[in-house]
């Protein structure tokens, strides 16, 4: 346990190297939810590190991916989200996450819009503290926003380990991804995204486990 506790330190250093050039604070919060999570010790490290490559490989590749493309990793499954305005970058990214051998199954969500659209996107992502502000930057501001809103929603209903799961909004449609401890669970959790203003579509991917007693 304690080798997996040090894993897990390391991994985490390294995510939190690979994000800092985007500004992402979001990478500490996920930190402390690690304790509450029902996924395995060995499958947090695991996860960790597949998500570590995955930013590096975007790093190497085009640092603008970093802010284009979303990559959440549950139990080896990575969810990819977010919009390129150019398929083949689109292929070509898909193949980068496909390349590690720890992946189990690659979700590919990503869009495609237009230059103009990816452009303000990207810009948006840039100064997220600004597209709080009231008039914002259009479509990304309200992606966040909705996230904004889906994870204080989760947070406080009752009967729901948020932690579990991971959510991302574009362009107003919600990709889910992670693990439910029962149907019933799931379906309160759909509800309450379905129900979220702004909210025109909801995807998931989530596996329900009960937890072992």
């Known amino acids: 346990m304690n080798t997996y506790l040090a894993q897990t330190a390391l991994a985490g250093v390294a995510v939190l190297t690979a994000l800092s050039m985007t500004g992402c604070q979001q990478v500490v919060t996920e930190t402390a939810k690690k304790a509450f999570e029902d996924r395995t010790t060995h499958d947090q490290v695991t996860d960790t590190k597949i998500g570590a490559g995955i930013l590096s490989s975007f790093s190497d590749k085009d640092k603008n991916l970093l802010l284009d493309v979303n990559a959440d990793v549950w139990e080896q499954r990575v969810m990819l989200t977010g919009t390129l305005d150019d398929p083949k970058k689109k292929d070509e990214v898909v193949q980068l996450v496909q390349a590690d051998q720890r992946v189990r199954k690659v979700y590919d969500e990503i869009q495609?819009?237009?230059?103009?659209?990816?452009?303000?996107?990207?810009?948006?992502?840039?100064?997220?503290?600004?597209?709080?502000?009231?008039?914002?930057?259009?479509?990304?501001?309200?992606?966040?926003?909705?996230?904004?809103?889906?994870?204080?929603?989760?947070?406080?209903?009752?009967?729901?380990?948020?932690?579990?799961?991971?959510?991302?909004s574009v362009r107003n449609v919600v990709y889910l991804i992670g693990r439910a401890r029962s149907q019933e669970e799931l379906n309160t959790v759909l509800s309450v995204i379905r129900n979220t203003e702004g909210v025109t579509q909801v995807k998931h991917f989530v596996e329900i486990k009960p937890v072992a007693k």
């Not at 966040?144 to 994870?151: A, G, L, Q």
Request: no cysteine; proline share 0%; aromatic share 8%.
């Open 112 to 168: 495609i819009v237009t230059k103009a659209e990816q452009a303000q996107r990207r810009e948006a992502a840039k100064n997220k503290d600004d597209s709080k502000k009231e008039g914002g930057v259009g479509q990304a501001v309200n992606d966040f926003w909705i996230e904004t809103k889906i994870s204080a929603q989760l947070i406080s209903t009752r009967g729901v380990t948020s932690v579990d799961y991971r959510w991302r």
